[in-house]
């Protein structure tokens, strides 16, 4: 109940192009969904997040879609550019006092020039 | 404002020895997390620190254990290192052990030999 599941493991799209991942949850008690994206020798850094309260959430070319009945959220990253290629991960986290980060198995997105 | 800092970098250890990472967290924030992230995995929860007391451990043996000092700084501490503890340890810091958004360092690589 604690797992989050990331497709696909590998993504390749065209600048340009719009780069989907999506994740689909359990566990209806997490009330925080996090994207991260990592570069190589990084660490993850914080890219955009939502809440179930809201179905969706824009920064910049970055959206994140939820669908709180079907427990899946998916990331969309408009006009994507080779500066995006990196490696994705979506994460959950619930109000237990200490908001541990569950992890997906992550995305590895290579946009083409 | 400075962000997550990390030492050392990389780390080779024999198996059976013990380990020290250290992590300075973000201005202002009280809480540090720890994350294993095996090679090609999401980053798993480990522990997390508030006021210098664990706040919350996820499935990992007692031989992973952790400090936070007075001035929020942590360190992790792994004993009789084991070949499948090499991995990229990553620090995250958060203002408070119920917040939301976690910020994470570069990471130790740590390689078992």
């Known amino acids: 109940q604690q797992q989050v599941k990331q497709s696909p493991q590998s993504l390749i799209v065209q600048k340009g192009g719009i780069s989907i991942i999506n994740c689909a949850y359990e566990?209806?008690?997490?009330?925080?969904f996090p994207w991260y994206q990592q570069f190589p020798g990084k660490g993850p850094a914080l890219l955009i997040a939502?809440?179930?309260?809201?179905s969706e959430k824009k920064e910049g070319r970055f959206t994140i879609s939820f669908n709180k009945s079907a427990k899946q959220f998916s990331l969309h990253i408009m006009d994507s550019q080779p500066g995006d290629s990196a490696t994705y991960f979506c994460a959950a986290s619930m109000d237990t006092g200490r908001r541990a980060l569950t992890f997906g198995s992550g995305t590895r997105l290579q946009v083409q020039p | 404002e400075t962000g997550v800092t990390q030492s050392p970098t990389h780390l080779i250890k024999t198996r059976g020895q013990q380990v020290t990472l250290r992590c300075s967290s973000q201005?202002?924030?009280?809480?540090v997390s720890w994350y294993q992230q095996a090679l090609g995995q999401g980053p798993q929860f480990i522990f997390q620190y508030y006021r210098e007391e664990e706040n919350g451990r996820g499935n990992f043996p007692p031989r992973f254990s952790g400090l936070q000092f007075p001035n929020y700084s942590s360190e992790l501490n792994v004993n009789a290192l084991e070949l499948d503890d090499s991995a990229l340890y990553l620090c995250?810091?958060?203002?408070?052990?119920?917040?939301?958004?976690?910020?994470f360092g570069p990471g130790t690589r740590l390689t078992v030999t």
């Open positions: 201005s202002g924030h009280n809480t």
């Open positions: 995250a810091s958060s203002p408070f052990a119920g917040g939301d958004e976690q910020y």
């Open positions: 939502i809440r179930p309260d809201v």
């Open positions: 566990n209806t008690a997490f009330d925080y």
